[in-house]
C-alpha cells in the first residue's frame, strides 16, 4: 500500500476524533503549503484562468482555491460521523436553492438525474439528496490501489448512495437506467469527460467535450434533468443550487445547455471549482507532452 492510499485510510481513521478547530487548521495549513503560498498548482491556475481572466489569477485565488479543496477533504474525512445526525438532512436542505423544481421533477415519479461540476462539496449535496428522496444512485470513478477505491465505495456507501464503478466491472449504465425506471435520483459528476469519448461543447471560450451519459440516460428514459451546483458559504455553510429543468433533445445543443449552466455557476463562485487536472484538450495534450520527454539524470540538471 503506498504512502498516498495509507494517507486517505489514515484520514478517515482519524480526523473525525480531532477536535474540529485543530483539523480546520491542519488542513488550511496543508493547503497553503500546497499552493506554494498561491504560487504554485500550475493546472489549477490555468482552469482558473479560463474562468476569470489570466490577470485575474492571483495568489489569493489560488490559495482560497486550494484551502476550499482541502475543506472538501476536511468534511469528506468527518462525514461519516456527522451524516449519523438525523437532523443534518433538514439543515442541509435550508441551504438549497431551487429545491421546488427538484421536488415538482421528483413527484413527476419518472427518475431525476442531477448533473454537476466538481465543486464545493458534492458529497454533502448527495446527503441532502438521501434525506429528501431516500436514495441517490451514483458511479465512482475506479480509483488505485484497489484499496483506496473499495474505501471511498465504503464511505459513499455509509451515506446512503447507490455506487456503481465506471470501469473495471458491470457497466454502470443499465443500473443508472433501472434505477430511473423505478423513480429515483441519480447524480452524476458531469464537466470531466475522463474517458475523452463525450460530446465537444464550447467552454468559457475554448472547445472541451463532455460525457454524455447524463443527458443519454434522459434521453432513454424520460428522467428530469437538472444542473446543481455545490459551493462553500460561511465556516460552517454551503450553497447548493437546481436549476429549472433542462428540455432534453438533440445531444450536443443539449450538452452545450449544461454546459453554459456549468459555466455560469463556476464564474459565480470561481475558487470552490475544485479542477486540478488538465479540462480542455490543449492542456491534456501539454501533460502528455511533458511525461513523454526524457528526463535528465539528476547530476546534469545541476
Known sequence: MDLSTMGYLAGWRVVRFLPESWARWLFER???????????AEYLRRNLARVVGQENVTRDLVRDSLRSYARYWLETFRLPTQARDAALGARLARFVRGSEHLEAS????????LVLPHSGNWDMAGVYAVSAFGSVVTVAERLRPEALFDAFVEYRESLGFDISALSGGAPPFPH???????AKVVCLLGERDIKRRGVEVEFFGET????????ELCRQTGAALHVVHCWFEGKDSWGFSVSEEIEVGEMQPTMQRVADIFAENIA?????WHMLQPLWPSDVALRKERRARPQRPAKERG
Open 30 to 40: 496543508g493547503a497553503d503549503i500546497a499552493s506554494d503560498h498561491g504560487r504554485g
Open 106 to 113: 421528483a413527484a413527476r415519479g419518472k427518475g431525476v438525474v
Open 176 to 182: 443508472l437506467k433501472e434505477a430511473l425506471g423505478e
Open 208 to 215: 472541451t467535450t463532455m460525457p454524455v451519459g447524463a443527458v
Open 268 to 272: 459565480a463562485h470561481p475558487a470552490d
